[in-house]
């Protein structure tokens, strides 16, 4: 099993910054790759940030340039750096962590792991 703890977030002025951070504790050594979701209200949920193990990572078009995501060394904490933050960024972000597991048998299956959400609101 594992355990996503996320922190940071909150409110913040329109162009403001805030940082989220998540932990992932557990069965950590078959984590593939980390990354953060959001989701606002009436919306479905979606890709903010990703990164994975060798440290390839994606960004969505409404975000580049203005979020960052990174790791510690053991990869087990990832950090999403929100710069320039607008209005249209609020919503509740979820971290995630994918996980490729190979079973004895040479298959290989994924799982998916979600944090409980921390709220970002950008508001004058």
């Known amino acids: 099993q594992v355990q996503l703890v996320e922190s940071g977030g909150g409110l913040v002025q329109p162009g403001g910054s805030l940082r989220l951070s998540c932990t992932a504790s557990?069965?950590?050594?078959?984590?593939?790759?980390m990354g953060w979701y959001r989701q606002a209200p009436g919306k479905k949920r979606e890709l903010v940030a990703a990164?994975?193990?060798?440290?390839?990572?994606n960004y969505a078009d409404s975000v580049k340039g203005r979020f960052t995501i990174s790791t510690d060394n053991a990869e087990t904490t990832v950090r999403l750096q929100m710069n320039s933050l607008a209005p249209e960024d609020t919503a509740v972000y979820y971290c995630?962590?994918?996980?490729?597991?190979?079973?004895?048998?040479?298959?290989?299956?994924?799982?998916?792991?979600w944090g409980q959400g921390r709220q970002v609101t950008v508001s004058s």
């Open positions: 557990g069965n950590t050594r078959n984590i593939y790759s």
């Open positions: 990164r994975t193990r060798g440290g390839s990572t």
């Open positions: 995630k962590s994918h996980h490729i597991v190979i079973n004895t048998y040479g298959n290989t299956s994924g799982h998916d792991y």
